[in-house]
């Protein structure tokens, strides 16, 4: 059983610091243009030849508005028609990629993001639905995990209709906040009424979950009316929730400039904000997985993180990282094996290889042994808040106290700072440490002295 979380302000404003949110490692940030196409199939086809389990991923990237704060490869188009070359593209990349996997890979988790997946019209997302069926071994009854996240504003009971009946059981809303001022401050008008009609939908259709994104820390917003919104959500019922901590990079996300920095709360106000967030939502019953995710104590992820099989891939908190998990589209990832790999994130650029004849592969990494050590290391902690010493010198021939020697004075600090208890077994982090895991992580992180952490948003 984990420890319950302890608000700690002084450990938290020293220990905020910037850093990667490791849904890999090694993250993102890593990925080189020395692998292409070919790295792909050859890892396409080890995974078939070892018959693994397959998550897909689908990136859909099209959205009606652009949202000021948003940092995903998004394309923003009031022209539904743009969709369809996309979509030609998507199913080249589709055909080419199943035709070196084995039919009896069972896809275990599928899940369509974005951009706006609901931008497709309903027989674009009929026809998507069947291209994949027909070229991957897709579930027929709800044992897969097949999610889609959806924009309240672009959906209505029909589309949820359509969206149950193709073979989805699992939606994600974005909300962020239903107060109307900080709304128009980032370009995102959604009445609680839209959001209430798409969740009483899921609902009433027997969707296993319901997962709502929030974020805290955007313009106008105030600890006391964001205690309403979360009020409001946990009003909902949602199965899951993502409260995010909204990262201010004008620098490098466009939209974000459009956002007047005046406006944005103060970091005490958001310190506050997600104190009293956990406070609402500990007391409305969800537990507290990590890295901004609650559920319910009856949510695979909660009951996953019980029992000791949570793990965090590309996709974020799983139960299916042992799965290959293949990216379609523009800029998605795949994770096959030891390979990374990305599509280009260049819409153009995509749709270029893919109608040429080719795949869109444009960078990636191959996981080295240092990295298979580090990775195991991190994903303990990121998923258990503990970590053997035992578990993890029998999985790679290793004295952890000596591979890791540099780390432990770091260690000896955190444990003196009582972020974690440390002994000869192993470590545990404490109840005041699970909000900052992510800068226990950061001290087993071989590459961040190389590349600073500039690109990443802040811990809390």
């Given at each position: 059983?984990?420890?319950?979380?302890?608000?700690?302000?002084?450990?938290?404003?020293?220990?905020?610091?910037?850093?990667?949110?490791?849904?890999?490692?090694?993250?993102?940030?890593?990925?080189?243009?020395?692998?292409?196409?070919?790295?792909?199939?050859?890892?396409?086809?080890?995974?078939?030849q070892?018959?693994?389990?397959?998550?897909?991923?689908v990136?859909?990237?099209?959205?009606?508005?652009?949202?000021?704060?948003?940092?995903?490869?998004?394309?923003?188009?009031?022209?539904?028609?743009?969709?369809?070359?996309?979509?030609?593209?998507?199913?080249?990349?589709?055909?080419?990629?199943?035709?070196?996997?084995?039919?009896?890979?069972?896809?275990?988790?599928?899940?369509?993001?974005?951009?706006?997946?609901?931008?497709?019209?309903?027989?674009?997302?009929?026809?998507?639905?069947?291209?994949?069926?027909?070229?991957?071994h897709?579930?027929?009854?709800?044992?897969?995990?097949?999610?889609?996240?959806?924009?309240?504003?672009e959906?209505?009971?029909?589309?949820?209709?359509?969206?149950?009946?193709?073979?989805?059981?699992?939606?994600?809303?974005?909300?962020?906040?239903i107060?109307?001022?900080?709304?128009?401050?980032?370009?995102?008008?959604?009445?609680l009424?839209?959001?209430?009609?798409?969740?009483?939908?899921?609902?009433?259709?027997?969707?296993?979950?319901?997962?709502?994104d929030?974020?805290?820390?955007?313009?106008?917003?105030?600890?006391?009316?964001?205690?309403?919104?979360?009020?409001?959500?946990?009003?909902?019922?949602?199965?899951?929730?993502?409260?995010?901590n909204?990262?201010?990079?004008?620098?490098r996300?466009?939209?974000?400039?459009?956002?007047?920095?005046?406006?944005?709360?103060?970091?005490g106000?958001?310190?506050?904000?997600?104190?009293r967030?956990?406070?609402?939502?500990?007391?409305a019953?969800?537990?507290?997985?990590?890295m901004?995710?609650?559920?319910?104590?009856?949510?695979?992820?909660?009951?996953?993180?019980?029992?000791?099989?949570?793990?965090?891939?590309?996709?974020?908190?799983?139960?299916?990282?042992?799965?290959?998990?293949?990216?379609?589209?523009?800029?998605?990832?795949?994770?096959?094996?030891?390979?990374?790999?990305?599509?280009?994130?260049?819409?153009?650029?995509?749709?270029?290889?893919?109608?040429?004849?080719?795949?869109?592969?444009?960078?990636?990494?191959?996981?080295?042994?240092?990295?298979r050590?580090?990775?195991?290391?991190?994903?303990?902690?990121?998923?258990?808040?503990?970590?053997?010493?035992?578990?993890?010198?029998?999985?790679?021939?290793?004295?952890?106290?000596?591979?890791?020697?540099?780390?432990?004075?770091?260690l000896?600090?955190?444990?003196?700072?009582?972020?974690?208890?440390?002994?000869?077994?192993?470590?545990?982090?404490?109840?005041?440490?699970?909000?900052?895991v992510?800068?226990?992580?950061?001290?087993?992180?071989?590459?961040?002295?190389?590349?600073?952490?500039?690109?990443?948003?802040?811990?809390?």
């Amino acid at each position: 059983m984990l420890d319950a979380i302890r608000w700690d302000t002084d450990l938290i404003r020293r220990y905020d610091l910037a850093g990667p949110r490791y849904t890999s490692y090694p993250t993102a940030v890593q990925l080189h243009e020395g692998i292409g196409p070919f790295d792909l199939l050859r890892a396409v086809r080890d995974s078939a030849q070892a018959r693994k389990p397959l998550s897909l991923y689908v990136h859909l990237p099209f959205c009606a508005h652009v949202c000021y704060y948003c940092a995903c490869n998004k394309v923003i188009t009031r022209d539904r028609s743009r969709s369809a070359p996309y979509l030609h593209s998507l199913r080249q990349e589709i055909q080419r990629i199943a035709h070196h996997l084995d039919p009896s890979q069972v896809v275990e988790q599928l899940h369509f993001g974005g951009g706006t997946p609901t931008f497709l019209n309903h027989d674009e997302l009929r026809q998507l639905m069947q291209d994949l069926r027909q070229h991957f071994h897709l579930l027929d009854d709800d044992r897969g995990d097949y999610s889609i996240e959806i924009d309240p504003r672009e959906a209505d009971w029909a589309t949820m209709g359509l969206l149950r009946e193709i073979g989805f059981n699992r939606v994600s809303l974005g909300v962020q906040d239903i107060d109307p001022a900080v709304q128009r401050a980032v370009n995102r008008l959604q009445s609680l009424e839209e959001t209430r009609a798409i969740v009483d939908a899921a609902h009433a259709l027997q969707f296993r979950s319901v997962n709502i994104d929030l974020i805290y820390g955007l313009p106008l917003q105030t600890p006391e009316s964001f205690a309403r919104t979360v009020e409001e959500v946990i009003a909902l019922q949602p199965n899951r929730l993502s409260v995010f901590n909204y990262a201010h990079l004008p620098e490098r996300f466009m939209p974000q400039r459009r956002i007047n920095e005046a406006d944005l709360p103060s970091a005490g106000d958001k310190l506050a904000m997600l104190q009293r967030t956990i406070e609402q939502l500990t007391q409305a019953g969800y537990r507290y997985i990590g890295m901004d995710h609650f559920a319910l104590p009856d949510d695979e992820l909660a009951i996953a993180q019980e029992d000791g099989s949570l793990q965090r891939n590309f996709q974020g908190y799983t139960t299916h990282g042992h799965c290959d998990l293949i990216g379609l589209g523009v800029s998605a990832i795949s994770q096959i094996g030891d390979l990374y790999c990305q599509n280009s994130s260049d819409l153009k650029d995509y749709q270029q290889r893919l109608d040429s004849g080719q795949l869109a592969t444009r960078r990636g990494l191959y996981c080295n042994a240092d990295d298979r050590i580090r990775r195991a290391v991190i994903q303990q902690l990121i998923c258990h808040c503990t970590l053997d010493f035992a578990t993890i010198e029998q999985a790679f021939a290793i004295d952890f106290r000596h591979y890791f020697a540099a780390q432990w004075p770091g260690l000896k600090a955190f444990a003196r700072d009582e972020l974690i208890h440390l002994d000869e077994q192993g470590i545990k982090v404490t109840g005041a440490g699970r909000l900052l895991v992510r800068s226990v992580c950061m001290l087993f992180d071989q590459y961040l002295g190389q590349q600073g952490t500039q690109r990443f948003s802040r811990v809390i």
